[in-house]
Every structure is written in structure tokens, then in C-alpha cells.
């Protein structure tokens, strides 16, 4: 039997390294600018339709265009994608930030630049899945990828920590300048990151399988190559399932992830620190969710994963809509949100953490940009749609009623896919590509 790896034998991968400090720089700013403009919104608007409608038009584009991207991105130098999409969504914040201290920002343009940078980020998501896997051996995908979570977790716990400071020493202008900040910084890192066929051509003359692979994808038309991607993900089951069940569980927890200023003032009666609060205590369940999920992947199957770590999520969904029993108190308040948040992200953490490995482990790599994009378009396919009925039905009804159901429902659900026979295993690239 082979040494068993752990977290400090990936660390001495000198390009990994620069993947990984490029995705905590990333995550740091991006953590300060959450906290900023979550509550902008909520300020500018008091209206918790717009909240929900703004965080359903921020999930649209990955839903609408990343499938019809992927096979474009496949094409493309992923490391180039990284960096170009970096610059851009860097340009767009900056852009932003001067309009808010022009104070002409309302709700449409809000609206507006949310939707203009996730459509940038469209064409990163599906690159940036792809490029990890060139820089790490098959065997170190499962530390790798659970230690640059861990740390970007870690880091975004130090931002949503101190975006409150930096908000009130430097404006939501100053917290979105840093967000661009570390845009750029992130991707000059990723543009000095070499893949191992990169390192393999700087050693030898000819070019590699894996160079001749992407050349020969490269000739193919853009039709073809999405025909082939969609193609490659209907024939495997357990990709189809996964998605159907993420559908489900995304839907019911648009309440919770897009009613976080309403949960803040009108269940727990608390201010703006509350989400400071509950961004910490996620943090830090992302980071044990992260850290555990390979020892979680050896234990238990995919679909247990799903099941058992996806009740975890509705049980303490529905507790968390039961914030109102403590009539404001601070100390009380905050300590039961951050619980149930905690609970709720490290079970998330631990089921999307256990697909992706398994996913591009399974996932031949010419496939990857492809079947990535339709995955994770699949996954978040219903939020936009739930995001809009939140936005009618929280008129009438409380936010606290809203969480509650859903997180019913939602161990409802997996109880039945528990009982059901989807199979959620994905099966290995030899037979996906033997079957094309």
C-alpha cells in the first residue's frame, strides 16, 4: 500500500502554492465586499422583494449562459480566462464604486451590475474548474481541492470579521475597492501559475499527449463541442441526479441565503453586525466542512453525503426561523444564529465538497469545462425562478414563516431520496469517453 498523503505533501507543490494564495487573496475581498453590498441593498431599497430579486438576477447568467460558455472556455487557455475575467470583474467593482459615491446608484443599476458581473464570472467558473486539476496530480485532488476551500474559508472568516471596520472607517466605497484589489492581485498569481504539462514542455522539446489533446478539441466546431458536452453528462445518471437534487435543495434555501437583512432586523430585531456574525460563524463551518470531507468520502458513499449532511441543513434552517424567542437579546441571538448557520455551511461545504472531488476525479479532463458548466448551471438552475416567487410571496409572508417550511420540506424530501434508488455515484472516465 502507497504512503497515505496528507495536507502538507500538497503544499510542496510550488504551483499549487500559487493557486491556493490567489484563491484566499480572491476570497478575502470578496468576503468584505459581501457584508457591504448585502446591506447596501437592503439600505437603498428597505424592501425584502428587492433583496431576493437582486440575489436571484446574481445567479441568472451561470444559469442561463455557463452551459453555452463551457464549450467556448474548452476551446480557450483556461489560465487566460482566470485572468482576463479577474481584470474585468476588478474594472466593473471599481466602476461601481465611483457610481456610489457619485450617489447614482438605485436599485435597477444595482440590478445592472449585478447581472453584468456574473455574466463575467460565467466564463471564469467553468475555467477555473478546469485549470485545477492541471496543476495537481490525481492523488492530491482530494487534499488539494479540500485545503484551498479550507483556506479561502479561513481567510473569508478574516474578511467578514473586519468588513465592519473597513466599512465604517472606509466607506462600502473603500470595502469595494479592496474587493477589486484583490481581483487583480489574484490574477497576476494565477498567470505565474505553471500547469504540469507547461513544467513538462520547459523539459522537453516535443509537446505532451495532453497538449495534443486540447489541440485537436481546439479544431472542432463550437456546435460539435457542445453536442459532445451535453452528450457526455446525459449518459451518466449520477450527474443527472446530483443536479436534480441540487435543483430541489437550492430552491428551498433561497429564502435563507436572500433574506439575510429581514432574518437580521425583523426575526432577531439586531442590526448590521448580525450579518457580520453569521458570515463569521459560516466561515468557520466552511472551514471544518472542508477540512473533514476527505475523511467524510472515505467513510460514506455520495448519495449517504447528500442525505445525511442535507437533513442536517433543514433541521437547523427551521431552527434558525425560531430566532424571534429571544426578543432581540444580543448575546443569545447571536450565539443561536451562528450555531445554526455553522451547522448549516459545514454540511453544505461537506456535500458540495464530496461531488466536486468525485466529479473531477471521474470527469475526463477534455470534459471538464463542459460537463463542469452544465453542472453547476444545473445545480442553481431554480434559484432565479424561487428567488422571484420569494420576492412576490415575502409581501405577505414573514420571513421567518418562509424559512421555516422550506426547511420542512427540505428534510421531507431526503427522506425520500433516501428510500429512493437514484444512484449518485459517477462512473470513471474510461467508460464515459468508451461509450461517446
Known sequence: MGKRL?????LKNREYRKLLLSSIINRLGDSIDAIAFTWLVYQITRSASWAAL?????????IVVQPFIGPIVEKMDKKKVIVVTDILRAVIIAIFAFMYVAKIVNPYIMAGFTLLITTVESFCLPASGAFTPSVLREEELAHGM???SSLSDVFSLIGTGCAGVI??????QGAMIIDASTFVIAGVLVFFTKTIAEK????IKESTPEKAEVDTGAKESYGAMLKDGLSYVLRNHAILNICFVAVLMNFFLVPLNSLQAPIA?????????????IGMTAAIGGIVGSFITPMVTEKMSTKQVIVCFGMVIGVFMFLMSRGNIFGGAELPGYAFAGLCFFMMVMSASVCSGCINIQFVKSCDQNYLARAGAVLNAGGMAATPIAALLVSIVSVRLSAAFLIAVCGIIMV????FVSMSKLDFEIEGKKELVDAA
Not at 496528507?6 to 500538497?10: A, E, F, Q, S, T
Open 146 to 148: 479540500s485545503l484551498r
Open 167 to 172: 466599512i465604517a472607517k472606509l466607506g462600502v
Open 200 to 203: 513538462s514542455a520547459e523539459t
Open 6 to 10: 496528507k495536507y502538507k505533501d500538497v
Open 54 to 62: 437582486i440575489y436571484g438576477l446574481n445567479v441568472l447568467p451561470n
Open 265 to 277: 432586523e425583523n426575526i432577531y430585531g439586531l442590526g448590521s453586525g448580525f450579518l457580520s456574525m
Open 412 to 415: 421531507v424530501l431526503l427522506i
